[in-house]
């Protein structure tokens, strides 16, 4: 991941300041980097007061979704074998569309993005604020298609703090 330039952190960090906003930029590995060693220090000092409320976004997914199923057939490659790596999944020809990488769009192989990235970015979160199960759980869906997971709609922002 890239750092930001001196100038767009001092924007960023006026924007977030006149927002009464604490803000982290995301970390891979969540778990082992400083980043996520700093957030629990902080989070546990009580530098920044009780949290009541946290907002983790993405730029994932970045692989299709919200597509039907490949029509076209195309050749497996030598080095996969197909039916193994299928395993549990209902049988299907092989497609591009679903490996190498895609495959976490389709239901049958991921979890889409909340599976693929929601373990790096919840995770030193729910560890700083030593979150336990939750008490409840809201999840909204867009359109399905039959096999993938839902599209992801394009909305302004409602927030602040969260981009749609």
Same mark, same amino acid.
């Not at 977030?16 to 803000?23: E, N, Y």
């Not at 969540?30 to 220090?41: F, K, P």
């Not at 546990?44 to 409320?53: H, L, T």
């Not at 994932?60 to 057939?73: A, D, F, H, L, T």
């Given at each position: 991941?890239?750092?930001?330039?001196?100038?767009?952190?001092?924007?960023?960090?006026?924007?977030?300041?006149?927002?009464?906003?604490?803000?982290?930029?995301?970390?891979?590995?969540?778990?082992?980097?400083?980043?996520?060693?700093?957030?629990?220090?902080?989070? !546990?000092? #009580? @530098?920044? =007061?009780?949290?009541?409320?946290?907002?983790?976004?993405?730029n994932?997914?970045?692989?299709?979704? %919200?597509?039907?199923?490949?029509?076209?057939?195309?050749?497996?490659?030598?080095?996969?074998?197909?039916?193994?790596?299928?395993?549990?999944?209902?049988?299907?020809?092989?497609?591009?569309?679903?490996?190498?990488?895609?495959?976490?769009?389709?239901?049958?192989? !991921?979890? #889409? @993005?909340? =599976?693929?990235?929601g373990?790096?970015?919840?995770?030193?979160?729910?560890?700083?604020?030593?979150? %336990?199960?939750?008490?409840?759980?809201?999840?909204?869906?867009?359109?399905?298609?039959?096999?993938?997971?839902?599209?992801?709609r394009?909305?302004?922002?409602?927030?602040?703090?969260?981009?749609?």
């Amino acid at each position: 991941m890239q750092d930001l330039s001196v100038s767009r952190r001092a924007l960023l960090k006026g924007a977030a300041s006149a927002a009464a906003l604490m803000t982290f930029p995301p970390r891979l590995p969540a778990q082992a980097d400083e980043g996520g060693r700093v957030l629990c220090e902080y989070l !546990g000092a #009580g @530098a920044i =007061g009780p949290v009541r409320e946290v907002h983790v976004w993405t730029n994932r997914p970045i692989w299709p979704q %919200g597509v039907e199923r490949p029509k076209e057939k195309a050749t497996v490659p030598a080095t996969l074998d197909w039916d193994l790596w299928l395993g549990v999944a209902p049988e299907r020809p092989y497609s591009p569309a679903y490996h190498p990488f895609k495959w976490r769009g389709w239901r049958d192989f !991921g979890t #889409g @993005a909340l =599976g693929d990235i929601g373990c790096h970015s919840f995770a030193p979160i729910a560890r700083a604020l030593q979150l %336990g199960a939750p008490t409840s759980v809201e999840a909204t869906c867009s359109p399905l298609f039959k096999e993938t997971f839902p599209v992801r709609r394009r909305k302004p922002c409602c927030s602040a703090t969260s981009p749609c």
